[in-house]
């Protein structure tokens, strides 16, 4: 079945946070909003965030506000702040992006089944994009405006 299995998805959201926590050992990446993100049109950004994401590309890692990043109401920015050092938040993002695409490709649903990308809102602080697939299922995103980019601090489940 190809749609977003919504319990399935926070379910895997929350156990990727979570294992997320424990992970040590990577290396300190430098983190900033991609180039050309200012080009693009908040639906592109969001959805190239999104697509990137889903597909486990660890290049995303700057295009995350992993201080104030929130996932289907788990407050993952919280967690990631917890942790002490550079090496242990390094290994928060990459276990959580490895994870969530893991866990986004095991539902059986991709990237390209979100379609109308569409921005809902947007001031100077933020943008509002929601996608949707064609079983009435799909994701709100809340980019946040900083760093000279815009980066997403918000993933929520639409049903």
Known sequence: MHCFRSHRTLYAIGSIAA???LAVGCNKSALSPAAG?????DPDVAKKIFTQMAEGDLTVQGDIDWEGFKASGL???TQ???LKDDANKSAFRTSFLQNYSKSFKDTGATAAMLTEWKSES???TQAVVSAKTNHGTGVRLT???KNGGRLLSGLDLLH
């Open 37 to 41: 993100n200012s080009s693009l049109t």
């Open 80 to 82: 990631y702040m917890a």
């Open 75 to 77: 407050d993952v920015g």
């Open 143 to 145: 980019l946040v405006k």
């Open 19 to 21: 294992f997320a926590v």
């Open 122 to 124: 947007s001031d100077s």
